[in-house]
């Protein structure tokens, strides 16, 4: 930036060079020799994903506090969710890409997940269903997120259910049919961390 030392306060154009006024005094600078505002195809699917992954993750902003909260070193919760399903929930190439639900995550951790896991609709709520392997710590206890699908409000608890006791009703009012999209989640009986989230379908 170059300082006018003439008109101070003037303002207008002298061929390719801008002149403008700044806090009382007047400015040039020089145009640039053209504008190039096209994007590449890479720069567009960049953006894409970016638009996709915060509208994905925009209502999960106090759960991701708790359960990305291990991955967040040097950074916000947030962001560190953000990275990640960045790198990994997209399915499919620009311009079709989307978020792919069996790999976006909305807790992420080294405890184990188990290695089956249902869900189902009851007439008192939402009754979790999971495998007990035997390499994993009994006491660990369960975590839930659910969403009705295409909503902003997101649900969240911690239950008291161990990993030993194989079941879980969660008692919430989802006897109108709409479909879910539901999270399981482990946490370390020392509550020190956290699993993967499982994402679960509930039609």
Known sequence: MARCNVNDGSS???GNVIIYPMYGKSYMRSLPSQYNDKKSKKQLAQRQKMQLVNVFLGPFKDVLRITFKSQAV?????????S???LNAIGSEYPEQYIDYTKAMVSLGSVPLPSE???VRTDEGVLFQWKHDEQEHPLDTLFVIA???GQNNVEYK???AERRDESYLW???CYSKEPYDIWLVFRDYKERGFSNSRWLELQ
């Open 74 to 82: 040097g950074r916000a919760a947030h962001m560190a969710a953000k």
């Open 84 to 86: 990640y399903n960045m």
């Open 171 to 173: 008692k919430m009012d």
């Open 158 to 160: 911690q239950t008291e």
């Open 117 to 119: 896991a249902s869900i």
């Open 12 to 14: 207008g154009r002298l």
């Open 147 to 149: 969403q009705v699908r």
